[in-house]
């Protein structure tokens, strides 16, 4: 993810509402997607009104979730996330990802072969109508290319910053030690969430980042705005679960999540 300067997000007062009362059960993992549509889920594309999906970009087929750029001309900077309802604060999320087909014409190089999962995050319709990406904390997926070494599982921080090894990470993109991976194999990803005190992300079963105390980047326009919406706390302890159209088709699948203590 590029980071993006986010100054109008900061308008509405929806951004880090308490969490409505959830259904889910601790201790058990539950699907978060259904395997046969978007149930649950709403879509918030850059230029566009929450809720619009243009030209199907996220939609539903043989059980997976499918990123799709059929339907586009060139990419014209239509970053967009799909938000599932709820929001949460301790919890494991597991799923498995992969990369497949081309980029879409007019990408950023960047976004090659890039997606994510954004954890701790604002509402979509907190986001301003032209904001690229939601403050929140984001879980990078990539998949490598033929040549050179493009781990996965790195941390980016779009209007957020985190804590690791009791140092303040002002970097927007940190390297995991995850491993690259250059096919249209399944990536099995886990990540465990426990509030504001210790993040993990779990690759193909190994754990290839910690960190900490997610919290709102002082540096943003709008910061002060950002911390009054969040009740005064430069903290996050909670937060929406999104996941990425950056570009490059790709496919999720067997999204679940376990509600912990």
Not at 15 to 27: C, D, E, V, W
Not at 134 to 163: F, H, K, M, W, Y
Not at 193 to 219: A, C, E, F, W
Request: charged share 25%; aromatic share 10%.
């Amino acid at each position: 993810m590029k980071k993006s300067i986010i100054a109008a997000v900061v308008l509405s007062q929806l951004m880090f509402l308490p969490a409505r009362a959830s259904n889910k059960q601790t201790g058990e993992w539950q699907q978060l997607f259904n395997g046969k549509d978007l149930t649950g889920w709403t879509v918030k594309m850059k230029g566009y009104d929450v809720g619009e999906n243009f030209g199907n970009t996220f939609r539903v087929e043989d059980g997976m979730l499918k990123v799709r750029y059929d339907a586009y001309d060139t990419f014209n900077d239509r970053f967009a996330h799909l938000f599932y309802k709820d929001k949460f604060s301790h919890y494991r999320i597991r799923f498995e990802y992969r990369m497949v087909g081309e980029q879409c014409p007019g990408a950023p190089g960047w976004a090659y072969k890039n997606t994510g999962i954004l954890i701790h995050g604002q509402t979509p319709e907190s986001m301003d109508k032209d904001q690229d990406f939601p403050v929140s904390i984001e879980v990078q997926l990539l998949g490598g290319d033929a040549v050179g070494e493009r781990p996965t599982g790195n941390v980016c921080t779009p209007g957020t910053n985190i804590v690791m090894n009791n140092e303040l990470i002002l970097e927007h993109c940190t390297p995991s030690s995850g491993k690259t991976y250059r096919g249209d194999e399944w990536v099995k990803v886990e990540i465990e969430v426990r509030g504001n005190t210790i993040i993990k992300h779990i690759i193909n079963g190994d754990t290839v980042m910690v960190y900490s105390r997610p919290q709102l980047d002082k540096r943003e326009p709008g910061f002060e705005k950002l911390l009054a919406l969040n009740g005064g706390q430069v903290m996050l302890n909670e937060g929406t679960i999104c996941l990425q159209s950056e570009s490059h088709p790709c496919d999720f699948r067997n999204i679940e999540i376990m509600v912990l203590k």
